[in-house]
């Protein structure tokens, strides 16, 4: 009897140190877990957030100025009818400008004209290059052009933010003349939603 007792102490001192190692190296592991992914609430914002600056990207507002390489910009959008081409023939050529052609500028002054549906007009009238395609695409298909240097003009995300909150033709979407439904939000809102989903590690959605 007293033997069996020596034994289970001395196993119960080999196995206490091998356990409070397992149980050491389980926590490690789950805290590393935790610090490798996103908080849920942060993605859940992240999300949030994404979703929002795709509704923004996406509305007639932007997208119709932000098309192919045909360079064709688009009417489309509440008040508008039947989704079309520019009238008139009208192309913003590969200068995006209309260099080629007629330029932008011709009808598009900076000012919105008082005419219902009239020349929309605000500084340096002009499509998006074609690299930052958001006409017809997809939330990841923008997702992913957003994060991507190459395509969204050399641009950190914060410096796409700012860029949204300052420039002055970004902001047109959001006071686009009589007979136009602007874009949701606000400038100022949009670059905010940025922000949160950079902060976040800018998930795209699958």
Same mark, same amino acid.
């Given at each position: 009897?007293?033997?069996?007792?020596?034994?289970?102490?001395?196993?119960?001192?080999?196995?206490?140190?091998?356990?409070?190692?397992?149980?050491?190296?389980? #926590?490690?592991? %789950? !805290?590393? $877990?935790?610090?490798?992914? =996103?908080?849920?609430?942060?993605?859940?914002? /992240?999300?949030?957030?994404?979703?929002?600056?795709?509704?923004?990207?996406?509305?007639?507002?932007?997208?119709?100025?932000?098309?192919?390489?045909?360079?064709?910009?688009?009417?489309?959008?509440?008040?508008?009818?039947?989704?079309?081409?520019?009238?008139?023939?009208?192309?913003?050529?590969q200068s995006?400008?209309?260099?080629?052609?007629?330029?932008?500028?011709?009808?598009? #002054?900076?000012? %919105? !004209?008082? $005419?219902?549906?009239?020349? =929309?007009?605000?500084?340096?009238?002009?499509? /998006?290059?074609?690299?930052?395609?958001?006409?017809?695409?997809?939330?990841?298909?923008?997702?992913?052009?957003?994060?991507?240097?190459?395509?969204?003009?050399?641009?950190?995300?914060?410096?796409?933010?700012?860029?949204?909150?300052?420039?002055?033709?970004?902001?047109?979407?959001?006071?686009?003349?009589?007979?136009?439904?602007?874009?949701?939000?606000?400038a100022r809102?949009t670059a905010?939603?940025?922000?949160?989903?950079?902060?976040?590690?800018?998930?795209?959605?699958?």
């Amino acid at each position: 009897m007293q033997m069996k007792s020596i034994m289970l102490k001395t196993i119960a001192l080999i196995l206490l140190p091998m356990l409070s190692f397992v149980f050491n190296a389980s #926590a490690q592991v %789950n !805290s590393l $877990e935790r610090e490798n992914s =996103p908080e849920p609430l942060k993605a859940q914002e /992240a999300s949030q957030a994404w979703n929002k600056i795709y509704e923004v990207f996406s509305h007639p507002r932007c997208a119709n100025c932000h098309v192919p390489d045909d360079n064709l910009p688009r009417w489309s959008g509440p008040n508008y009818g039947k989704t079309s081409v520019h009238g008139m023939h009208i192309s913003g050529g590969q200068s995006r400008i209309g260099v080629e052609t007629v330029m932008c500028s011709t009808c598009h #002054a900076h000012t %919105n !004209s008082d $005419e219902p549906h009239g020349p =929309p007009g605000a500084p340096v009238w002009m499509l /998006a290059p074609v690299e930052m395609l958001w006409w017809q695409q997809s939330s990841k298909q923008i997702c992913e052009q957003i994060k991507d240097p190459a395509r969204n003009g050399g641009r950190t995300l914060e410096e796409v933010a700012h860029h949204i909150e300052e420039d002055e033709l970004v902001h047109w979407g959001w006071n686009p003349g009589i007979g136009r439904e602007p874009a949701p939000y606000s400038a100022r809102e949009t670059a905010a939603f940025v922000n949160v989903w950079a902060d976040a590690g800018a998930p795209c959605p699958e």
